[in-house]
Every structure is written in C-alpha cells, then in structure tokens.
C-alpha cells in the first residue's frame, strides 16, 4: 500500500528529542510512504515513490497531514466505575489530598475494582480503548493499580494483555501495586511496602516467566508521595524491581516535591512522571539522564490547578519531554492525544511541533519502544494517521474536536471517522 499525496509528512525520524531538539518534525512536502507486511518499507515525496513503485495499491491522503500514530505513555485504563461525585466535591472547595486522606480517591475505586472479574476488568475498558483509538492513539501505557492486593493487582495485568491481544490498540503494561497504601495497611505502610517487596514483586516475577515468558517484563511503578509512598519506600520498590529485572517508572512531584525525578534518574526509570512540583536538582538530573520526563498536563487540568510540569527548564536541561494524558477516574479522563498537546502548547508554552515530537517519538521512548514505534521510518510499525486537515499546527489550535480522519495499526486501517 503506497500512501501517497500528504500535503505535510510528518516522519519524526532521526529518534528520541532531547532539549533544543525538541519539535523536529522531519516535515516532506508532497510526502509518501510505502507500507507492506504492517511494516514501512519506503518514505519519500509522492513523485520519487510514485515512479518507484509504479503497481503498488495506492491510497491517496488527498493533500492532508499525514503522521505516526500517537503513543499515550501513562494511562490508567483498568478501572471500574466513576467517581463523578468527587469532582463535585472538589469543585465545591475540596482537594484531591483530602479526599484522599478520608479514605476516598484511588481508593474509591479501588473498592469497586478490586473483586471485579477478567471479563468485568475487560469488559470496562474496552469502550475506552476504543475512544484513545477513534482518537489516533496506536499504543498506550496501562497500568494496574486499583486492587492494591496480589490477586486483584494479577487480574489487572491480565485485563490489560487480554486487551491487547484484541486489538487493534496495542497496550504496554505497568505493574502499579505501589499506587496507593490499601485501607488494611492504613495504620501501617512499611507493612504493605515490605509485602509489596517480599512477596507481591517476586509473584508477578515467576506469573510473568509462566504464563508470558515471551513477552517483554512488565514496567513496575510508584507513586512516591505524601499520603502515598514516602522517597524511601519508592526507593525499596524500585531497587527491588530493579534487582528482579523489571523496568522502572515513577509517579513524582505530583503534589509535593520528594525528589521521586531524581530518584528515577538515578536509578536509571525509563520515565518520570508528573514533575509539577520537582527542584531544580530534579530537573538537572533528568537533564543528564535517559529517563524521559513526562508531563501529564491534563492532570492538574483536570484539578483545576494553575501550576504545571516545568517544560521550559526541562528542555533547557537537555531533557526529553514526552507528554501522557494520565487517564484515570479520579484527575484526569482523558481518551485524547489531541486534547493533550492542545493543552501542552498553552499551559507548558510548547510549539505544536514540540508537542507532536513529545507524542510521537519521545511518548515512545517514555515506554521503552522508539525502536519500532513513534515516527516513520523504514523497518518500524505501519501504525499511522491520516489528519482531515492540511497544517499539523491545527492539532494544537483546534482543541475539543477530533481530527484524525484514518487509523492505521500495522499496515491495516482500524478507524475511518468522518472528516
Ligand atoms: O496519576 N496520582 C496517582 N494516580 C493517578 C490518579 C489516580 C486516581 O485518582 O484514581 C494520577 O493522577
Ligand atoms: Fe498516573
């Protein structure tokens, strides 16, 4: 299948973008690209591919953007339930900390989540999986983290593999056990930590070599923060992930700065999320390190805060910025990639083109896959977007709608929404 006829070809090549690099958007005029067997095998400009491959299928792109499809790095797809009143609360004067504190928050859905069935898990997830894909997400981060126990934490995982060998979206899972101090360990978190470390993370271990050896380790994930994991049992954690193999992310400085970013750079996690709240000594950090630093900006959006990840210094750093929507029940439902940079380009003061780079490429590397996925190049995944517009700088002007005309998920179309 040749795509042909892109007014703006957006390849993203040349790999993950660090600092000033950060917007490179590889942009061909009159672009084409050439896909056989789910893989790109040809990027040019529309004349050279056309004579080059004069009796391939051909779909024309009819003078629009054409693009890779988009990553969601962090996700919290597999929950049950909604907790709308919440919001209510919160809009009334509450804050999330409080409502965490009384017992609600994660823990809210925890209660709904936690005896759920494969099917139910399963069964929830799916409508939303659905609108990241109508949306023009090809591959999101899921993680578990709503059953805080190792049965329910299991089953989670479960959901999430069983969702991705459906299909077509592909999903990467995280193991978030570490999401929350559950209610029987209130009184005592060291005690859920060391569980968590004895027993919970060498479980999924021999799970995993079991029933999915073929499959890359899941990534195991904190959330180091007050009312959560203090620095020194998200240390426990991940040292002990580490120590078994596993790759690491964090959920850092998301309300009070722990030092959880630089904790994550120097431990070597694939990513540090959050970030609204980390130190210059974080940022410097991150800056000299591969950890990807990811912006979930439709967080405190979603909380109604005015404080956001420090984008600017981050990339003035030298890091690499990914940007997630965060999707979840309690801050953050978000199905769209598009909403995403429309609200980065505004509230972290990045171009369009630096939003696209940090959902394409970078949102790949933020999960350890820019080898095969985040940009269009010659040997990687034929996951791509046909826009219904003719300037990639609508995706961050026009916000609210969608703009993906065509979803393309290794070679074959997935999506044909309307223009
Ligand atoms: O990334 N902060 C921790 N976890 C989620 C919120 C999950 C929830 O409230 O259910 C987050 O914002
Ligand atoms: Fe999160």
Not at 23 to 33: K, M, R, S, Y
Not at 141 to 164: F, M, N
Not at 292 to 314: D, M, N, Q, R
């Amino acid at each position: 299948m040749l795509i042909y006829n892109a007014k703006q070809l957006l390849t993203l090549a040349g790999g993950p973008q660090r600092g000033k690099h950060l917007g490179e958007l590889g942009l061909i005029p009159d672009g084409a690209v050439l896909v056989r067997d789910g893989l790109i095998k040809a990027v040019g400009t529309t004349p050279e591919l056309l004579e080059r491959y004069p009796h391939e299928k051909r779909f024309d792109a009819e003078s629009r953007v054409v693009m890779p499809g988009f990553v969601d790095p962090h996700t919290h797809l597999i929950f049950i339930g909604n907790r709308a009143f919440e919001f209510e609360m919160r809009l009334e004067g509450r804050s999330y900390q409080e409502i965490m504190a009384a017992g609600g928050g994660i823990l809210n859905t925890v209660r709904l989540t936690r005896d759920a069935s494969l099917d139910e898990l399963v069964n929830a997830a799916r409508p939303r999986v659905q609108g990241m894909l109508q949306h023009g997400t090809t591959t999101a981060e899921a993680k578990t983290g709503y059953g805080l126990e190792e049965s329910s934490e299991l089953l989670q995982l479960q959901a999430i593999l069983k969702l991705d060998e459906e299909g077509p979206l592909e999903l990467v899972p995280t193991y978030l056990a570490a999401h929350a101090i559950p209610l029987e360990y209130k009184l005592n978190p060291q005690g859920y930590t060391d569980l968590l470390v004895e027993e919970m993370l060498p479980g999924v271990l021999l799970w995993w070599q079991r029933n999915v050896p073929q499959r890359p380790l899941p990534f195991v994930d904190v959330f180091c923060e007050v009312g959560a994991f203090s620095f020194e049992q998200s240390q426990q954690i991940l040292r002990k992930a580490k120590e078994l193999g596993f790759p690491l992310k964090i959920h850092a400085d998301e309300f009070e700065n722990l030092s959880g970013a630089s904790l994550a750079a120097r431990m070597g996690a694939v990513s540090a999320d959050h970030l609204v709240k980390s130190s210059s000594a974080d940022i410097q950090a991150l800056g000299i390190s591969d950890t990807v630093a990811v912006s979930l900006t439709p967080t405190p959006f979603g909380l109604g805060h005015t404080e956001y990840a420090p984008a600017k210094k981050i990339l003035a750093a030298n890091g690499l910025l990914a940007i997630a929507s965060d999707l979840n029940p309690g801050t953050a439902w978000c199905e769209s990639m598009q909403f995403v940079i429309a609200l980065s380009c505004r509230y972290l003061k990045i171009t369009v083109a630096q939003a696209i780079a940090a959902a394409t490429i970078n949102a790949a590397a933020a999960i350890g896959r820019a080898d095969r996925i985040g940009s269009l190049e010659i040997g990687k995944q034929a996951d791509i977007l046909v826009l219904s517009v003719d300037d990639y700088r609508n995706l961050g002007y026009k916000f609210g709608g969608n703009q993906v005309w065509r979803v393309m998920k290794r070679g074959k179309w997935v999506v044909e929404n309307q223009r």
